[in-house]
């Protein structure tokens, strides 16, 4: 009788041991920590207090937008013309998002660094039939555009995006004509 008390004492404790270090399936995960301000959130990655996060990419900074996650039209259609108009480039951001109707215009700012040249290009969804992109230096004047009928503008193509001193440069999207989502992303020299 002893021996049977003593088995399910023991079989009690290492449950008990058991059920407290791997936790119950009944119980909610724990809550995700918010986001640091000044710090970047990595898609897909918690943010754990007091643990360092991963950098932002060097080079180029660009505020709006929400980076994309996953295949669809925008990101399969921005793979092919990076590997088309900026082949050997990396990214230097995420894929950043919007939607756009006709004649509308949304702007970016990329805060961009000497030592690297940079190309910027721009993915129209399915409903869109021409996007333009413009480039604004930090003095306000426009020092690039791609005004071309189609819904893939590049920035970079003709002349080389390469600053000299660091500065927030604009990149704005215009809607021209059709009406939908859009993605952005800027690709620079490894």
Known sequence: MFCSQSKH?????????LLAACGSRDQPPPPVQPAVPGQPVVPGQP????????PTPTGVQIVPGQPTAGADFITTNMTTRQTQFAPGMVAATPLFRGTLMTNGTQDFQA??????????????????????????DPNGAQVQQDVAT????????????????????????????GQGE?????????
């Open 47 to 54: 943010v754990v207090p007091g643990q360092p996060m991963q």
């Open 111 to 136: 805060i961009l660094q000497p030592g690297k040249c940079f190309k910027i290009i721009g993915i129209g969804g399915p409903t869109v039939t021409d996007l333009d992109l413009y480039l604004f």
């Open 9 to 17: 004492a023991i079989f009690a404790i290492i449950s008990l041991t």
């Open 182 to 190: 859009f993605g952005v992303q800027v690709f620079q020299t490894p």
């Open 150 to 177: 189609d819904n893939y503008p590049v920035l970079g193509m003709q002349n080389p995006i390469c600053p000299t001193i660091a500065g927030s440069y604009r990149v704005q999207v215009k809607m021209y004509s």
